[in-house]
């Protein structure tokens, strides 16, 4: 089944979009079956995989009012093993129409379930707010990775943001965890980024991925192209680390593997 991980931040501007996209095709560069749902209005994730957000047939607005499947709406990109679910301004008028359904939060979540089997990564592009859109993708994924800059402000964001998931995992989805906090956009040169990756790791520990996302010019001109940065310019920075990222997580899901095959095997 496959590993379901939201990719948000109640701040804008984090580098969130930019994440799920090329983290997405990194995964799939090392052969995993990877799904991306755009839950944006703003439809980024959607445009920056290559994928045209105005001329699909159905997008994830269809899906969350019971008019689509997953299965019917997912769109193959031209990176191989990546496929995307379209996101678009739809999604404006979705979050409007939910709010007077009963199990409005769990619509995502069931329509997964139909696909979970095809992937080996599901990653969802939340807007930059904890609205009905957000809530669905934090119902239906069992990790949230967390991009966010580091800066002063960054870290009350980050607060709030924790205390939502804490809520949520009472209330709605006891499954739910951090998966990781990454450090983007980030300039080892400014002192102030550099005191605040340090107060994330004393106070996160392993839940910091190794990996820094530096700022890197040809990871910002991608989007403008259609295309995740590792097609664009594997060779850039940006590139390098989103697929020294993808392998982070990867290495993780191996080191919990093994640990749960070996307390099963002293519990028998």
Same mark, same amino acid.
Request: with cysteine; hydrophobic share 40%.
């Given at each position: 089944?496959?590993?379901?991980?939201?990719?948000?931040?109640?701040?804008?501007?984090?580098?969130?979009?930019?994440?799920?996209?090329?983290?997405?095709?990194?995964?799939?560069?090392?052969?995993?079956?990877?799904?991306?749902?755009?839950?944006?209005?703003?439809?980024?994730?959607?445009?920056?995989?290559?994928?045209?957000?105005?001329?699909?047939?159905?997008?994830?607005?269809?899906?969350?009012?019971?008019?689509?499947?997953?299965?019917?709406?997912?769109?193959?990109?031209?990176?191989?093993?990546?496929?995307?679910? &379209?996101? %678009?301004?739809? *999604?404006?008028? +979705?979050?409007?129409?939910? #709010?007077? @359904?009963?199990?409005?939060?769990?619509?995502? !979540?069931?329509?997964?379930?139909?696909?979970?089997?095809?992937?080996?990564?599901?990653?969802?592009?939340?807007?930059?707010?904890?609205?009905?859109?957000?809530?669905?993708?934090?119902?239906?994924?069992?990790?949230?990775?967390?991009?966010?800059?580091?800066?002063?402000?960054?870290?009350?964001?980050?607060?709030?943001?924790?205390?939502?998931?804490?809520?949520?995992?009472?209330?709605?989805?006891?499954?739910?965890?951090?998966?990781?906090?990454?450090?983007?956009?980030?300039?080892?040169?400014?002192?102030?980024?550099?005191?605040?990756?340090?107060?994330?790791?004393?106070?996160?520990?392993?839940?910091?991925?190794?990996?820094?996302? &530096?700022? %890197?010019?040809? *990871?910002?001109? +991608?989007?403008?192209?259609? #295309?995740? @940065?590792?097609?664009?310019?594997?060779?850039? !920075?940006?590139?390098?680390?989103?697929?020294?990222?993808?392998?982070?997580?990867?290495?993780?899901?191996?080191?919990?593997?093994?640990?749960?095959?070996?307390?099963?095997?002293?519990?028998?």
């Amino acid at each position: 089944m496959a590993r379901i991980f939201a990719i948000t931040n109640q701040k804008g501007g984090v580098g969130k979009t930019t994440t799920c996209v090329n983290l997405a095709a990194s995964l799939a560069a090392t052969k995993r079956r990877v799904l991306l749902l755009d839950l944006d209005p703003q439809g980024n994730a959607t445009m920056g995989s290559g994928v045209d957000k105005h001329d699909v047939e159905n997008s994830i607005c269809d899906v969350l009012l019971g008019e689509a499947s997953i299965a019917e709406t997912r769109v193959n990109t031209e990176t191989e093993n990546l496929a995307v679910v &379209p996101g %678009n301004s739809d *999604l404006t008028a +979705a979050e409007v129409a939910l #709010m007077n @359904v009963e199990g409005r939060e769990h619509r995502l !979540r069931d329509a997964l379930a139909l696909v979970e089997a095809d992937y080996d990564y599901i990653l969802i592009d939340c807007p930059p707010s904890l609205n009905m859109l957000t809530l669905n993708a934090l119902t239906a994924a069992e990790g949230v990775i967390i991009p966010m800059q580091c800066e002063y402000y960054a870290l009350e964001g980050l607060s709030a943001l924790i205390e939502t998931i804490g809520q949520l995992r009472a209330s709605v989805n006891p499954r739910l965890e951090i998966e990781g906090l990454l450090r983007t956009m980030f300039d080892p040169r400014n002192r102030l980024a550099n005191d605040v990756s340090n107060q994330l790791t004393t106070h996160f520990g392993d839940k910091v991925y190794r990996t820094l996302i &530096p700022r %890197n010019i040809r *990871l910002a001109e +991608a989007p403008s192209h259609g #295309m995740p @940065v590792i097609t664009y310019d594997k060779s850039s !920075r940006g590139a390098v680390a989103y697929l020294a990222l993808a392998g982070e997580i990867l290495r993780r899901e191996e080191q919990q593997q093994a640990a749960a095959e070996a307390e099963a095997q002293q519990t028998a």
